[in-house]
C-alpha cells in the first residue's frame, strides 16, 4: 500500500535543529506530495542530511511540526510508523561477512509485511552477487544493497541521502532506474543530493537549501526558467574587464565573477556572443577561454548565493 494522495506524505513547519553554535535547520517549512520524487539539494553543510534524520525519526527537533505519512514521531505508535518507511542513509555500515542475500533476509525480519527478498534481489539487480559476502562487493552494488534493504518491507514513503555520491557513472544510473521504478509503482520518494543532474532527471520538485533554509522550490524546469535565461557563457581573458559593461550587452541578463572567470546569463545567445567578443576587444583585452552550457539547477544556486553547489 503506497502513501494516500489526499494528504501530504511529509510535512514540517518551522523546523529548527541546533548543535552548540551551530544552527543546522533553521526554520524550515517543507511539504512532500504523496507519489512524488521530492530532492533535497544544496551543498555539503546545507542541513539536508538533519533535515532527513529528524524526518525519518532518528533526530530530535528542538521546534517544529513535523508530521510523516500523517503523524508524528513521539505520538505512541512510532513503531507503526516505521514500518511504512525505508531509509537508506548517507553512511550504511552492513555486515562484511553476512552475504548479499542473507543481508536482506536479516532486513527483511525486522517488518511484520513487506517484499520476498527474491523480489528485491532482482529490482536492485544483485542476483549474481546473491551469495557474496558485502565486503567483497563493489562501491556501486553496496550503495544497491543497501537501497534494497530500504526497500525490503515495501515502504510508501523512501528516504534517500545522498545515494550515488563517490560511485561511477553506469552505478548512478543503475541506482537510478531503482528509484524510478519506486516511483512509478506509487511510492513517494525524498532524497538528498548535490548532483543538479540526478536531481533534474528524478525529482518532480526540488528544494534548494542553504544555511538551513529552503531558498527555491519548485519544479527543475521552472526553478531554471526562473533565470531568465537559457545558457549561460563562462570566460576569461588578459587584461582589466570592466564587469558592468558587459551587463549592458544585448541578450545578457546577468553578470557574476567568481574566480578569475565572468559569467553571464544568456538570453538570446546568437547577439550575446559577437557582442561579448566585440566588448573584450573594445576594452583592449585578450580573450583567453570561453564555454558555454545550458542553464542549470547549479546555475539557479550561484545566481541566489555566489557560490558553487558543491562548495562546502
Known amino acids: 500500500m503506497k502513501a494516500n494522495g489526499s494528504q501530504p506524505a511529509v510535512r514540517c513547519q518551522g523546523l529548527i535543529k541546533r548543535y552548540s553554535d551551530v544552527t543546522a535547520v533553521d526554520g524550515l517549512d517543507l511539504e512532500v506530495r504523496a507519489g512524488e520524487c521530492f530532492g533535497l539539494l544544496g551543498p555539503n553543510g546545507a542541513g539536508k542530511t538533519t533535515t532527513v534524520e529528524i524526518l525519518e525519526g532518528l533526530t530530535a527537533a528542538d521546534s517544529g511540526v513535523v508530521e510523516v505519512l500523517g503523524r508524528s514521531w513521539g505520538a505512541g505508535d512510532d513503531h507503526a510508523l516505521q514500518e511504512r518507511l525505508g531509509a ?11 552475504t548479499v542475500e542473507e543481508t536482506l533476509r536479516l532486513f527483511r525480519s525486522f517488518y511484520t509485511r513487506g517484499h520476498e527478498v ?19 562487493l563493489s562501491g556501486g552494488q553496496k550503495q544497491r544493497l543497501a537501497v534494497a534493504c530500504a526497500l525490503v518491507s515495501d515502504p510508501e514513503l ?19 532506474g531503482i528509484v524510478e521504478n519506486f516511483r512509478e ?21 526540488v ?3 542553504d544555511h538551513g533554509k ?7 524546469a521552472d526553478l531554471i526558467k526562473s533565470l531568465g535565461a537559457d545558457q549561460i557563457v563562462e570566460f576569461t581573458a588578459k587584461g582589466d574587464l570592466q564587469e558592468s559593461r558587459f551587463a549592458r550587452l544585448g541578450g545578457v541578463s546577468a553578470v557574476r565573477q ?55
Request: some cysteine; glycine content about 6%.
Open 88 to 98: 537508506q542513509l548517507q553512511e550504511t555500515q552492513l555486515a562484511e561477512k553476512l
Open 118 to 136: 527474491d523480489e528485491v534481489i532482482r529490482q536492485v539487480e544483485l542476483e549474481e552477487k546473491r551469495a557474496s559476502r558485502v565486503g567483497k
Open 158 to 176: 523512501l528516504f534517500l541521502d545522498e545515494p550515488t555520491t563517490g560511485l561511477d557513472p553506469q552505478a548512478r544510473l543503475k541506482l537510478w
Open 185 to 205: 509503482s506509487g511510492g513517494t520518494t525524498l532524497l538528498t543530493t548535490h548532483y543538479m543532474e540526478e536531481a533534474t532527471r528524478l525529482c518532480d520538485r
Open 207 to 209: 528544494a534548494i537549501m
Open 214 to 220: 529552503v531558498i527555491a522550490m519548485g519544479t527543475p
Open 258 to 312: 567568481r574566480e578569475g572567470r565572468i559569467s553571464l546569463t544568456v538570453s538570446d545567445i546568437g547577439a550575446a556572443l559577437p557582442a561579448l567578443l566585440a566588448e573584450v576587444k573594445a576594452q583592449n583585452a585578450e580573450l583567453v577561454s570561453l564555454t558555454t552550457h545550458q542553464a542549470t539547477l547549479e546555475d539557479v544556486f550561484v545566481s541566489m548565493t555566489g557560490r558553487m553547489l558543491r562548495d562546502g
